[in-house]
């Protein structure tokens, strides 16, 4: 086999990582999985455009199209990964949203400690405070 031969196999390679990798929950476990993939990707894409694909010199639509498929794998991938960092943030804001339902639910208790101190429950900026001696 020459070099073009052996460069065809690394990029079917290439595609069926890009394929496989970002779907499954390796990348997403593993961050340097997924920027080692995705730096692969970018650095073998610019090098197809710029150089091409051994053994196909003659063919400038080779170099193109190989190149563009190389780097929409790379979009799909930080597509993919969008998606995840979106998941998490509505992970994080669900579990936020059950924390705070939690705490508003429970009945207020009144502190006797508390009796004489002021509170400005009764309205903005300005409003008179009401302290527990005079509230009534």
Known sequence: MDVGNWFIVALCSLVAVNYVVPRT????????VF????????????????????????????????????LMHLAQNFAIKSRWDSEDRQERLD???RERLLYEEQPAETDPRLA?????????????????????
Request: glycine share 14%; proline share 3%; no cysteine.
């Open 116 to 136: 004489g101190v002021r509170t400005w429950r009764s309205g903005g900026r300005g409003s008179r405070a009401v302290t527990g001696a005079s509230a009534a």
């Open 95 to 97: 579990e936020e949203m």
């Open 35 to 70: 920027w080692a993939v995705n730096g692969i990707d970018f650095a073998v894409g610019v090098v197809v455009l710029l150089h091409g694909v051994p053994g196909f010199e003659s063919h400038s639509i080779v170099r193109f199209m190989v190149g563009l498929a190389v």
């Open 25 to 32: 929950d390796v990348a997403r476990r593993w961050p340097a």
